[in-house]
């Protein structure tokens, strides 16, 4: 069985654990943190019923064969596209067929960009045709192409030490892969700091730990007042060849044709379904995932997997004939990928609500064995946390780790929201019952 990673924000600062004393939101006296902790004991069978039709019941395997219809039909859904609409307009009739309320759509502006025909060969020390991916927004190349020289750099650093050796050639990143968070950045800023050096493209190692001679694309961002230059990613296999080039004192040559061009935005929607609360529902629970994804496939695990496991979410809890206190708020994002775009826009419009937001999850990490929650906020709120995981011992899945965030709700992070994430298809699970309790 295959899990997805579920991150989350929630608005926690309601949640102290000074056992005995009374929890304040807004001068109004809330329950104790002993009181609370009895509470969560009271949802474990309503925790174990959302278990059991999961994992073992009629809903086994239902969001796999229902991703796996959405992608089979529509293929890749990249921001701007007519794949990605029609992937929208698929899902808005999907979520209305499953009985949800307040399905609707909520129009967004998206970037609109076409990687078009790309190539890179390389002409010394000898003759080799690389494997490329355009980064996202890139601009292209002239029709001809660039044809120059080639300097290799591990970091940002050497970058700048051999900046004058930079000037009129292209810079190929070979950065050692450490972790994501901290590896992307030459993805992102790997064209802007080659043009501030005077390079004429970039080239940059895919951010990956593991290779089979396959590029990976992603987001790249420009800044004002620095030349544009077209950039891509290579694989892993070439850029450490290239080093190794280097290394022996060869001179490498590339030529680089990249057709990517970019449009005016086009017009989207985020999609939105729920299931009304019965006592606060003005108050909203959000679980999320994006619909679009890049050009190069299916969007099967980014973020196919996440938007289908929060449909899944609202799903459960309606076969099983639950009401949430609080609205169950599902909000399938378009343009993720272009650095959280839809999102941005559905934060803007519902910002002044934002006292209303009791928590706010994303779904975008990819599938792999759950393990526990990340967490980001006080450690007052972490021990709620923890007494809200207890209620997947029976899976096994406890456990409470640091630094939770997620590209479409960092916007709520940053505006003081703490953030929790969970690890996998299990937490769709904690956030419904979180909506019951709190």
Excluded at 191 to 209: F, T
Aim: charged share 20%; aromatic share 8%; net charge neutral.
């Amino acid at each position: 069985m295959k899990f997805l990673l579920f991150t989350f924000v929630g608005v926690v600062h309601l949640l102290s654990t000074n056992s005995g004393k009374a929890i304040y939101r807004n001068g109004i006296s809330q329950k104790t943190f002993q009181e609370i902790k009895e509470e969560i004991a009271c949802y474990g069978d309503v925790a174990k019923a959302i278990i059991n039709l999961a994992v073992y019941g009629k809903a086994q395997n239902r969001s796999y064969e229902r991703l796996a219809l959405l992608v089979d039909t529509v293929g890749p859904r990249l921001s701007g596209s007519k794949s990605l609409e029609k992937a929208i307009q698929i899902m808005y009739q999907n979520l209305q067929e499953d009985g949800l309320e307040n399905v609707h759509l909520e129009p967004v502006k998206i970037p609109h960009w076409e990687r078009g025909e790309e190539s890179a060969v390389m002409l010394e020390p000898r003759n080799h045709k690389m494997a490329i991916l355009g980064l996202g927004s890139s601009i292209g190349t002239p029709p001809e192409g660039i044809t120059a020289e080639v300097l290799v750099v591990t970091s940002f650093d050497e970058l700048q030490r051999r900046a004058p050796e930079a000037r009129g050639k292209i810079v190929v990143y070979n950065q050692p892969y450490t972790n994501y968070s901290s590896t992307v950045q030459y993805r992102v800023q790997g064209a802007v700091e080659a043009a501030k050096v005077g390079a004429l493209a970039s080239l940059i190692r895919s951010v990956a730990s593991f290779s089979i001679y396959s590029p990976h694309t992603g987001v790249q961002e420009y800044q004002d007042g620095v030349p544009k230059i077209p950039t891509a990613c290579i694989t892993v296999e070439d850029a450490e060849m290239m080093s190794r080039m280097v290394s022996r004192g060869n001179r490498i040559v590339i030529q680089l044709k990249m057709g990517a061009r970019s449009y005016p935005d086009a017009d989207s929607f985020n999609t939105v379904a729920e299931i009304t609360g019965s006592k606060y529902p003005e108050q909203v629970v959000l679980v999320s995932g994006h619909l679009d994804s890049w050009d190069v496939g299916q969007g099967a695990m980014d973020d196919g997997g996440g938007a289908f496991i929060s449909w899944e979410a609202l799903s459960l809890i309606k076969d099983l004939g639950l009401r949430p206190k609080r609205t169950l708020r599902l909000v399938l994002w378009t343009a993720e990928e272009q650095g959280g775009i839809g999102a941005f826009q559905y934060y803007q419009l519902h910002k002044a609500n934002s006292s209303n937001y009791s928590l706010v999850m994303e779904s975008d990490s990819g599938t792999f064995l759950p393990s526990g929650l990340q967490f980001t906020g006080s450690d007052k709120a972490r021990a709620i946390m923890e007494e809200v995981m207890s209620l997947l011992k029976p899976i096994n899945i406890t456990q409470v780790f640091r630094a939770g965030e997620g590209t479409d709700i960092n916007f709520w992070i940053q505006a003081g929201v703490p953030d929790p994430a969970y690890t996998q298809k299990w937490n769709c699970w904690i956030i419904r019952i979180h909506a019951f309790i709190f």
